[in-house]
């Protein structure tokens, strides 16, 4: 199995920050990373695929970037809406492994 | 617009089988390149794929359950069907069901269900 890894997971910032995730594949898997961002109580949404691809709708302030092992998903100015946990998953091989999460919280 | 939405039992015994139905609409499940997944998220936990399914009836499962669970689809009611054998409080949590556009590695589950909570207790 393809293990993530993602980092920090745990995440303090400020409205209007630029924040930065982390993940970390244990082998190669091209690009095949995708990001979701779920809120308390809600289903997760996709936000990223082919990890630079942002879905239809998605803010531009969020971009994501990496291939191979070592990926990563940036917000460029941190708005209300965004505070949320993240994972990120997989789609190289089965199983399609996530993440362990990183939850983004208000300072 | 494509929907989805899962039903079945929010409590089930230790040692029962559960049995998850997913109800979709604005897609068939026969159109080529099609999938349809089932999530699972414990509690204050991350996210576990479970299981797809695709309009080929190709299945994979997690191989940490695979033993234990089987997929399904019966296309003429748009639903997919996931079974668990021998529950166990720690499969407590919350199931989703996904769709996925295109099998091929670049698509991932765009579309996700509101989820049902399921309790694993006696």
């Known amino acids: 199995d393809i293990q993530l890894t993602q980092s920090p997971s745990f995440l303090s910032a400020s409205v209007g920050d630029r924040v930065t995730i982390t993940c970390r594949a244990s082998?190669?898997?091209?690009?095949?990373l995708a990001w979701y961002q779920q809120k308390p109580g809600e289903a997760p949404k996709l936000l990223i695929q082919?990890?630079?691809t942002l879905q239809g709708g998605v803010p531009s302030r969020f971009s994501g970037s990496g291939s191979g092992t070592e990926f990563t998903l940036t917000i460029s100015s941190l708005q209300p809406e965004d505070f949320a946990t993240y994972y990120c998953?997989?789609?190289?091989?089965?199983?399609?492994?996530f993440g362990q999460g990183t939850r983004l919280e208000i300072k | 617009q494509i929907t989805l939405k899962e039903s079945g039992p929010t409590l089930v015994k230790p040692t029962q089988t559960l049995t998850l139905t997913c109800t979709f609409s604005?897609?068939?499940?026969?159109?080529?390149?099609?999938?349809v997944g089932w999530i699972r998220q414990p509690p204050g936990k991350a996210l576990e794929w479970l299981a797809v399914?695709?309009?080929?009836?190709?299945?994979y499962y997690s191989p940490s359950l695979n033993n234990r669970l089987t997929i399904a689809k019966d296309t003429s009611k748009n639903q997919v069907i996931l079974t668990m054998t021998n529950m166990d409080p720690v499969d407590t949590g919350t199931y989703y069901c996904?769709?996925?556009?295109?099998?091929?590695?670049?698509?991932?589950?765009?579309?996700w269900g509101q989820g049902t909570m399921v309790t694993v207790s006696s």
């Open positions: 996904a769709h996925r556009p295109q099998v091929g590695a670049g698509h991932a589950f765009d579309i």
């Open positions: 604005g897609f068939s499940l026969s159109t080529s390149g099609l999938g």
């Open positions: 082919l990890a630079s």
């Open positions: 399914i695709y309009w080929n009836d190709d299945k």
């Open positions: 998953q997989q789609f190289n091989s089965y199983p399609l492994t």
């Open positions: 082998q190669g898997i091209y690009s095949y």
